[in-house]
């Protein structure tokens, strides 16, 4: 049967497939955004667009969308990846910390509350670890590390979890590194591969935590309409690779040469402060993920780097 959801973040990577896919399946979609008229543009047909800044998550006209809503999905938060000055570390904070609050704040007010709530986090939730091709592997039930991303992620997932006192259904998504063509981290990856200068960041043996952007979308829609999930899920590949096989595969998927190594400068040129999560990385599995039953469709680093090249535009 089709859902009424409303959505945060359709216009960044992940909720704009997400969008895509909500409306071809008949979904009623509302979206929150902060620019409600170019998101008219970018976000055809969508049931209601109301105006929510996630960095502030001020009470307005968007809060009356959320009753009658079956789910909230909530993808909001400005990029990790930029230059980070303090006031930007904020900003990284509040629009995800803050907006999660304040939408768990409007479902309170609704009389009539949504059944879920599908809620972003990130696994920078376990902090990264150190460069050894045989760490230990990150599933769902590891501690939280106590860095800043780790800490962002314990306080977003922590104003989502407060939904449940009302009866809210929430499945947290600590999301890998999503790979799609379209934005993203391999856009900036694929761009010293593109001239002649790719190949593993530093000594290669970090391991690298990836998600094709369709098993993304899929999962949150599985997550969605599976009545039985809740708690935190890890959205990335079964199969992690350290960032030397990386290295490899793309080089192989774009016919270049991978023996380069890319220097920490280099990346934090590409990636700003948020580098480091890349460049320390993490070996993390998706255990409650497959043990709900989701399928990925690209468990493995060549087939989905080929399909997503193939599909690059
Ligand atoms: N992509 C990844 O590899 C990845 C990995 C791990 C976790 N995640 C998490 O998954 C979520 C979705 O990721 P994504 O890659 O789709 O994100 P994205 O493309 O960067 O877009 C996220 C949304 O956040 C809102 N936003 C951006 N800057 C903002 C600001 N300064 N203040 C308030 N809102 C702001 C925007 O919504 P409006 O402009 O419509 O208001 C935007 O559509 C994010 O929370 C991200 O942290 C992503």
Redesign the pocket.
């Given at each position: 049967m089709a859902k009424t959801i409303v959505l945060?973040?359709?216009?960044?990577?992940?909720?704009?497939e997400l969008f895509k896919r909500l409306t071809k399946r008949g979904d009623k979609v509302r979206?929150?955004?902060?620019?409600p008229e170019t998101?008219k543009e970018k976000l055809k047909g969508a049931d209601a667009y109301a105006k929510?800044?996630?960095?502030t998550g001020a009470g307005g006209e968007w809060e009356k969308l959320i009753g009658g809503a079956d789910a909230v999905i909530n993808?909001?938060?400005?990029?990790?990846a930029a230059r980070w000055t303090a006031e930007y570390k904020q900003?990284i904070s509040d629009?995800?910390v803050a907006?999660t609050r304040s939408l768990v704040q409007a479902m309170e007010k609704a009389a009539e509350k949504p059944r879920t709530l599908i809620n972003?986090?990130?696994?920078?939730y376990y902090g990264t670890q150190p460069h050894l091709p045989d760490v230990m592997e990150l599933s769902e039930s590891a501690s939280p590390a106590i860095d800043f991303l780790a800490k962002v992620c314990v306080d977003w997932e922590a104003e989502a979890i407060k939904a449940e006192k009302l009866g809210v259904r929430v499945a947290r998504?600590r999301?890998?590194?999503?790979l799609s063509t379209k934005?993203?981290?391999l856009q900036r990856l694929i761009t010293p591969f593109n001239l002649f200068v790719g190949g593993p960041i530093g000594d290669g043996e970090q391991w690298f935590s990836w998600i094709h952007i369709d098993d993304e979308v899929n999962l949150i829609l599985y997550l969605l309409d599976t009545e039985s999930a809740s708690g935190a899920f890890n959205a990335s590949a079964p199969q992690p690779v350290t960032m030397k096989n990386f290295a490899r595969a793309l080089g192989a998927a774009l016919s270049r040469p991978s023996f380069f190594s890319v220097p920490k400068q280099a990346l934090a040129l590409l990636f700003g402060e948020g580098a480091e999560a890349v460049a320390e990385g993490q070996r993390v599995v998706p255990k409650r993920t497959l043990e709900a039953g989701f399928k990925f469709a690209y468990p493995a680093l060549p087939a989905a780097l080929k399909d997503i090249l193939a599909h690059e535009k």
């Amino acid at each position: 049967m089709a859902k009424t959801i409303v959505l945060t973040g359709a216009t960044g990577l992940i909720g704009g497939e997400l969008f895509k896919r909500l409306t071809k399946r008949g979904d009623k979609v509302r979206v929150l955004v902060r620019n409600p008229e170019t998101a008219k543009e970018k976000l055809k047909g969508a049931d209601a667009y109301a105006k929510w800044d996630a960095a502030t998550g001020a009470g307005g006209e968007w809060e009356k969308l959320i009753g009658g809503a079956d789910a909230v999905i909530n993808l909001a938060g400005a990029p990790v990846a930029a230059r980070w000055t303090a006031e930007y570390k904020q900003l990284i904070s509040d629009s995800r910390v803050a907006g999660t609050r304040s939408l768990v704040q409007a479902m309170e007010k609704a009389a009539e509350k949504p059944r879920t709530l599908i809620n972003g986090s990130a696994i920078g939730y376990y902090g990264t670890q150190p460069h050894l091709p045989d760490v230990m592997e990150l599933s769902e039930s590891a501690s939280p590390a106590i860095d800043f991303l780790a800490k962002v992620c314990v306080d977003w997932e922590a104003e989502a979890i407060k939904a449940e006192k009302l009866g809210v259904r929430v499945a947290r998504v600590r999301t890998g590194v999503v790979l799609s063509t379209k934005d993203g981290a391999l856009q900036r990856l694929i761009t010293p591969f593109n001239l002649f200068v790719g190949g593993p960041i530093g000594d290669g043996e970090q391991w690298f935590s990836w998600i094709h952007i369709d098993d993304e979308v899929n999962l949150i829609l599985y997550l969605l309409d599976t009545e039985s999930a809740s708690g935190a899920f890890n959205a990335s590949a079964p199969q992690p690779v350290t960032m030397k096989n990386f290295a490899r595969a793309l080089g192989a998927a774009l016919s270049r040469p991978s023996f380069f190594s890319v220097p920490k400068q280099a990346l934090a040129l590409l990636f700003g402060e948020g580098a480091e999560a890349v460049a320390e990385g993490q070996r993390v599995v998706p255990k409650r993920t497959l043990e709900a039953g989701f399928k990925f469709a690209y468990p493995a680093l060549p087939a989905a780097l080929k399909d997503i090249l193939a599909h690059e535009k």
